[in-house]
């Protein structure tokens, strides 16, 4: 589950018919010291935060939460649910056999979950088909009983008192909680044979938790944004084609919404429409939610309007304010595609006032895919010859870095450990602190349009030794291996905290390891303390809806209002 590194310093989804399932814009367990059971890794440093980091300083982030004396989160008595006979802790008491219970997929063993996180689901497969009932045992530190849980669902959820008081322990340092399951046959009146026991392992609760609200693409039933804020137990749709004001090249409508990201005040999403594939602003607000932004000036509106062929762009905290409000974004198709800055509040129009150019000496290939650091320094881009109809096609694809530099730009140079002629880098993402660098790879040479052989990386910033994540790898039991999954699209949530000099970063992406051909939202995380870097496996995103293609998610401080617990 784990593996151990040593780094050394140094989408667009072509609106096509919506009923297609495309990946959107693209589409060993021992550990080091520091948390538990991820992924162990060197790292030479991070980087330093620049100016508009998200990052924190944290400790109890739970209200209510403080000292050492904590709530028993497990009862003492079992909980048999209604499913399954009122005697199964009886039934139970033989320790039975060692292998042949279920496959748990749900939470994967060796994932980490902020505290404030979606209650844990526990789903599994069984190893026969005629296993109808389960026993899950929980163990963690500090809990004077086992929580054993007896049912005849194939699933069963945490009720949320119970997750709130477990995640309250995690203070000041993450907690384990060790998962087993078996599985017997019930006959109706005992057991048939003895219980057999499947998946055994353990999952972690960070000492923090996640911030901000995920907005994601899904094409089922036609192109729409949809939402939620973390900890949210269902989704909400946050923007569909006819709500969006602004209209994009000569004057049309908006009939699709691609590839998004969101403006750094969290209001608004920029997006590639339909084609000839320009970009367009909408508010993302519950009372506004698809009006133009009321900042955009004739200029900007101009600039991206008359302008086809621009691919997925990206903001800086840097320059969001009054007076300076700017995208970033590609322009053009293949080699020679070009980096623009688009002043987004220009009164006047044309090149130098409403957009221009940024220099990139010494690439003389085409971009792609920018994300631009939050300190506003630096651009990442991908140096490609395949930009077309906002998405980036089959060739070569590398992570290049220039400077902003108040919109001149300057030497462009190849990123350390993700500018491999071997690979195709692609779709780069800026850690809210400007540490750290989440991207996809894969050997070069196929399309890198909704590719199941991409994987997710993360590197330091400026360079050095990529490090595979823990998260690519499906869960061994279900028999589904990466590459083939189609992981991709790795967005960070909008702040990294920092507890007792571990510092916690979240990640968003979508994989099709679920059935293999619906893409869907996973999370997982990634902790720095000093030079040691651990990754994790994932946890699912329940709350999606299971039968939607989902992708390209962004992980961002949206004002999309609270969704109503179920009833």
Same mark, same amino acid.
């Given at each position: 589950?784990?593996?151990?590194?040593?780094?050394?310093?140094?989408?667009?989804?072509?609106?096509?018919?919506?009923?297609?399932?495309?990946?959107?814009?693209?589409?060993?367990?021992?550990?080091?010291?520091?948390?538990?059971?991820?992924?162990?890794?060197?790292?030479?440093?991070?980087?330093?935060?620049?100016?508009?980091?998200?990052?924190?300083?944290?400790?109890?982030?739970?209200?209510?939460?403080?000292?050492?004396?904590?709530?028993?989160?497990?009862?003492?008595?079992?909980?048999?649910?209604?499913?399954?006979?009122?005697?199964?802790?009886?039934?139970?008491?033989?320790?039975?056999?060692?292998?042949?219970?279920?496959?748990?997929?749900?939470?994967?063993?060796?994932?980490?979950?902020?505290?404030?996180?979606?209650?844990?689901?526990?789903?599994?497969?069984?190893?026969?088909?005629?296993?109808?009932?389960?026993?899950?045992?929980?163990?963690?530190?500090?809990?004077?009983?086992?929580?054993?849980?007896?049912?005849?669902?194939?699933?069963?959820?945490?009720?949320?008192?119970?997750?709130?008081?477990?995640?309250?322990?995690?203070?000041?340092?993450?907690?384990?909680?060790?998962?087993?399951?078996?599985?017997?046959?019930?006959?109706?009146?005992?057991?048939?044979?003895?219980?057999?026991?499947?998946?055994?392992?353990?999952?972690?609760?960070?000492?923090?938790?996640?911030?901000?609200?995920?907005?994601?693409?899904?094409?089922?039933?036609?192109?729409?944004?949809?939402?939620?804020?973390?900890?949210?137990?269902?989704?909400?749709?946050?923007?569909?084609?006819?709500?969006?004001?602004?209209?994009?090249?000569?004057?049309?409508?908006?009939?699709?919404?691609?590839?998004?990201?969101?403006?750094?005040?969290?209001?608004?999403?920029?997006?590639?429409?339909?084609?000839?594939?320009?970009?367009?602003? #909408? %508010?993302? =607000? &519950?009372?506004?939610? @698809?009006?133009?932004?009321?900042?955009?000036? $004739?200029? +900007? /509106?101009?600039?991206? *309007?008359?302008?086809?062929?621009?691919?997925?762009?990206?903001?800086?905290?840097?320059?969001?304010?009054?007076?300076?409000?700017?995208?970033?974004?590609?322009?053009?198709?293949?080699?020679?595609?070009?980096?623009?800055?688009?002043?987004?509040?220009?009164? #006047? %129009?044309? =090149? &130098?006032?409403?957009? @221009?150019?940024?220099?990139?000496?010494?690439? $003389?290939? +085409? /971009?792609?895919?920018? *994300?631009?650091?939050?300190?506003?320094?630096?651009?990442?881009?991908?140096?490609?010859?395949?930009?077309?109809?906002?998405?980036?096609?089959?060739?070569?694809?590398?992570?290049?870095?220039?400077?902003?530099?108040?919109?001149?730009?300057?030497?462009?140079?190849?990123?350390?450990?993700?500018?491999?002629?071997?690979?195709?880098?692609?779709?780069?993402?800026?850690?809210?602190?400007?540490?750290?660098?989440?991207?996809?790879?894969?050997?070069?040479?196929?399309?890198?349009?909704?590719?199941?052989?991409?994987?997710?990386?993360?590197?330091?910033?400026?360079?050095?030794?990529?490090?595979?994540?823990?998260?690519?790898?499906?869960?061994?039991?279900?028999?589904?291996?990466?590459?083939?999954?189609?992981?991709?699209?790795?967005?960070?949530?909008?702040?990294?905290?920092?507890?007792?000099?571990?510092?916690?970063?979240?990640?968003?992406?979508?994989?099709?390891?679920?059935?293999?051909?619906?893409?869907?939202?996973?999370?997982?995380?990634?902790?720095?303390?000093?030079?040691?870097?651990?990754?994790?496996?994932?946890?699912?995103?329940?709350?999606?809806?299971?039968?939607?293609?989902?992708?390209?998610?962004?992980?961002?401080?949206?004002?999309?209002?609270?969704?109503?617990?179920?009833?």
């Amino acid at each position: 589950m784990a593996s151990s590194h040593r780094m050394t310093l140094l989408l667009l989804a072509a609106c096509t018919a919506p009923v297609i399932a495309v990946a959107a814009c693209g589409s060993g367990n021992s550990s080091s010291s520091g948390d538990p059971g991820g992924t162990g890794t060197n790292t030479g440093g991070a980087g330093g935060a620049g100016a508009g980091s998200g990052t924190g300083t944290g400790g109890d982030l739970l209200s209510g939460v403080g000292g050492t004396s904590f709530v028993p989160a497990f009862p003492k008595d079992p909980v048999v649910e209604d499913s399954a006979p009122a005697n199964a802790p009886e039934l139970f008491a033989d320790p039975g056999e060692n292998a042949g219970g279920p496959c748990l997929f749900e939470p994967e063993v060796g994932s980490l979950f902020p505290r404030n996180w979606l209650r844990p689901r526990f789903r599994y497969n069984p190893a026969e088909s005629e296993q109808n009932l389960f026993e899950i045992r929980l163990h963690t530190a500090g809990e004077e009983h086992d929580l054993l849980v007896y049912t005849g669902d194939p699933s069963w959820t945490m009720p949320k008192p119970m997750w709130e008081a477990l995640a309250a322990r995690a203070s000041g340092a993450p907690i384990s909680v060790t998962m087993t399951v078996r599985a017997a046959v019930f006959d109706g009146n005992g057991l048939s044979s003895p219980p057999k026991t499947g998946t055994t392992g353990e999952f972690h609760v960070a000492p923090t938790q996640a911030e901000g609200a995920v907005v994601y693409w899904t094409t089922t039933g036609g192109s729409a944004l949809k939402g939620f804020q973390v900890g949210d137990e269902s989704v909400a749709v946050t923007l569909t084609p006819p709500q969006v004001q602004m209209t994009t090249v000569n004057g049309a409508q908006v009939t699709c919404i691609g590839c998004h990201t969101s403006t750094p005040d969290g209001k608004f999403v920029g997006f590639t429409a339909q084609a000839p594939w320009s970009n367009v602003l #909408a %508010s993302i =607000e &519950g009372m506004t939610a @698809g009006a133009q932004p009321p900042f955009m000036g $004739p200029g +900007g /509106v101009a600039a991206l *309007t008359g302008f086809s062929e621009i691919g997925i762009h990206s903001y800086s905290k840097a320059h969001w304010q009054n007076g300076d409000r700017i995208m970033v974004a590609p322009l053009g198709v293949g080699a020679n595609s070009n980096l623009i800055w688009v002043d987004l509040e220009a009164q #006047a %129009s044309g =090149e &130098g006032v409403a957009h @221009g150019f940024i220099a990139r000496e010494g690439d $003389p290939r +085409g /971009v792609g895919s920018p *994300t631009w650091s939050h300190d506003g320094q630096t651009v990442v881009y991908v140096s490609n010859t395949s930009q077309t109809t906002g998405r980036l096609d089959a060739g070569p694809a590398d992570l290049y870095a220039v400077p902003y530099n108040g919109r001149q730009g300057g030497a462009a140079t190849p990123i350390p450990g993700a500018s491999s002629s071997d690979f195709a880098e692609y779709y780069p993402a800026f850690s809210s602190d400007d540490a750290l660098l989440a991207f996809n790879r894969f050997p070069v040479g196929p399309n890198m349009y909704d590719q199941p052989l991409a994987e997710l990386f993360v590197i330091p910033a400026q360079g050095g030794d990529a490090v595979r994540l823990a998260a690519n790898d499906p869960v061994a039991c279900t028999g589904r291996t990466s590459p083939g999954v189609t992981n991709s699209w790795p967005k960070w949530a909008p702040e990294a905290t920092t507890v007792n000099g571990r510092t916690y970063y979240w990640l968003v992406y979508s994989s099709k390891r679920g059935n293999g051909t619906t893409p869907q939202l996973y999370m997982t995380g990634v902790v720095v303390e000093g030079s040691n870097v651990q990754t994790y496996t994932s946890v699912y995103l329940w709350n999606q809806p299971e039968n939607e293609s989902n992708h390209t998610p962004a992980w961002d401080v949206f004002k999309i209002p609270p969704i109503p617990p179920p009833q």
